[in-house]
């Protein structure tokens, strides 16, 4: 079944690349050559946006959302999947953001692929690593990259560039869109 949100993330594609304002155009289109960068490395179904609702998370999902309506509008033979999410539940985790998260889901046709509490992130990734990104065509794994709202400013940000390898865990690519974002660019 192909993604029934395409057309809507397509219009929102030129939207924020035809995004004249000043203070956040060029950051925007930034944003998305890098994640343009990643579907033309990894593939639509290996890249992930790590999506737990917040503000940085909300940005990169519609900026993944917006790029991957772009790469298929490019690559007409390439099957439409729907955009791929993963989401790690907390035991402590507000009402609203569960909420939130299945209407977010719903409302934009997301494949959401969620860990509940009893599973820790590193057993997730390790988990989705290990067995999510087996190419059945031809047996070879397929490397994956999370799409992350990281930020310079954020304390786990250190040296990291637009792509980062995992530097513990699992191994997969961070792509980090937004981190020469500042917190006035995402709101």
């Known amino acids: 079944e192909s993604w029934s949100n395409y057309e809507e993330s397509l219009a929102l594609y030129h939207a924020f690349m035809d995004c004249q304002d000043s203070f956040v ?3 925007m289109r930034d944003a998305l050559r890098h994640l343009h960068d990643a579907l033309r490395l990894y593939g639509p179904r290996s890249v992930l946006c790590s999506y ?10 519609h900026l993944l959302r917006a790029a991957l309506a ?4 490019s690559n007409a033979q ?3 999947y729907r955009p791929r999410m993963i989401y790690f539940d ?3 985790e507000f009402p609203e953001i569960r909420s939130l998260l299945h209407e977010t889901v719903h409302d934009f046709d997301l494949e959401m692929i969620a860990f509940d509490r009893d599973i820790d992130y590193v057993t997730g990734l390790t988990l989705l690593v ?6 059945l065509d031809n047996d070879r794994k397929m490397p994956l990259s999370f799409v992350l709202g990281t930020r310079s400013d954020d ?4 040296d990291q560039g637009h792509f980062a390898p995992s530097s513990w865990g699992p191994p997969f690519m961070r792509v980090n869109p937004v981190l020469d974002w500042t917190y006035g660019h995402v709101w």
């Open 25 to 27: 155009g060029e950051k």
């Open 52 to 61: 737990n609702g917040g503000k940085d998370a909300v940005v990169v999902l």
């Open 70 to 73: 772009n790469y298929y509008s």
């Open 78 to 80: 390439c099957i439409q």
């Open 90 to 92: 907390n035991k402590d």
């Open 130 to 135: 290990d067995s999510s990104n087996l190419n």
């Open 155 to 158: 304390p786990n940000a250190k």
